[in-house]
């Protein structure tokens, strides 16, 4: 049996608070935080609101986020909230956080020169071909990082310069995947395939691997992608293609590449009523991934 009061404590902690102490980049707004990488999540006091989650994900306390969110059981979560202050509070604590918050500066990374680790990964555990993994080498468009040995899928802006990356783990038995603090707002990873002085498609993706094999599979489908830009939105984050929408001034063809599953075709949905004309182009599979996998009869 648990004991009563400890889960009123843990049910009324600070969520915001919470997962502000834990990394996550939260943006006040009033009395509220928005997730930056997730921008239909709302935090008010140990209460969040997450839109593009179906029923009945979509709302709970601050124990349903870790339990349906962060994997955690029962036990696990109510441990992780009972120290955490009551909501409201502390706004000032949280504000004085975001005075301190990490400016990324791509230069401050460890950068390991020897990639076999990543190499192996990329090719044995997700299917991506060499060739591929070559060409993003020598582009600078992988990276990996001393200290984690996680992949670093680095995101450049208009002028060229690197202002955020999105990481992804090498061990096959535990996924990760997630953002570098102080990552630009607004902005995914991203490559031209066939370097195009022109950009007239764009097509979104959930994750980094995902965008990588899509790019595969118009490889041996000997399909080039001229005139397009491939963008990782690692996760659902409208943000992104609003920014990337701006930046080319509407004039471009926008592709929803995201995943085939309840999350994906909701976040779908509900882009479609914020952005017209904009086209879906879905995998076969849960994602693009498991797809390039049974195209290569890999083991998914």
């Keep these: 049996m648990y004991n009563q009061e400890l889960i009123k ?35 008010i006091d140990n209460a ?14 601050a124990i349903d986020f870790l339990v349906r969110f962060r994997g955690m059981d ?7 909230l009972v120290s955490m202050p009551v909501a409201p509070d502390p706004q000032a604590d949280i504000a004085d ?22 190499i192996a990964y990329l090719n044995k555990n997700r299917g991506i071909q060499y060739p591929i993994i070559k060409w993003l080498i020598q582009n600078k468009f992988l990276f990996q990082e001393s200290e984690t040995i996680n992949i670093i899928f680095p995101m450049y802006d208009e002028n060229k310069e690197i202002v955020g990356a999105e990481l992804c783990g090498t061990l096959s038995d535990k996924r990760f995947k997630g953002i570098k603090a102080g990552s630009k707002y607004g902005y995914g990873f991203n490559i031209n395939p066939t370097q195009s002085e022109i950009i007239k498609i ?14 595969d599979m118009k490889k041996l489908e000997n399909k080039g992608l001229k005139n397009c830009l491939l963008v990782s939105l690692a996760g659902l984050k409208d943000n992104i293609i609003k920014h990337y929408l701006d930046s080319f001034n509407n004039a471009v ?6 995943d085939n599953d309840t999350a994906g075709i909701n976040f779908v949905n509900e882009i479609k009523t914020q952005i017209n004309d904009v086209k879906t ?5 849960k994602d693009w ?6 195209v290569r009869k890999l083991e998914i």
């Design 9 to 43: 404590q843990a049910r009324q902690a600070n969520l915001a608070e919470y997962l502000y102490s834990k990394g996550e980049p939260l943006i006040r707004e009033g009395k509220r935080y928005r997730h930056q990488e997730h921008d239909s999540l709302i935090i």
């Design 253 to 258: 063809e926008l592709y929803l590449c995201v």
């Design 289 to 294: 991934n498991d797809q390039l996998k049974l």
């Design 202 to 215: 764009i097509l979104f993706f959930e994750s980094a691997i995902d965008l990588l094999s899509f790019f």
């Design 48 to 61: 969040y609101y997450w839109n593009s989650q179906p029923e009945p994900l979509k709302s709970g306390n």
């Design 281 to 285: 182009l879905l995998p076969n599979c």
């Design 74 to 80: 029962f036990k696990t979560a109510l441990a992780e």
């Design 97 to 118: 956080q975001q005075k301190k918050e990490e400016i990324f500066v791509f230069s401050d990374l460890k950068i390991e020169t020897d990639m076999r680790r990543s």
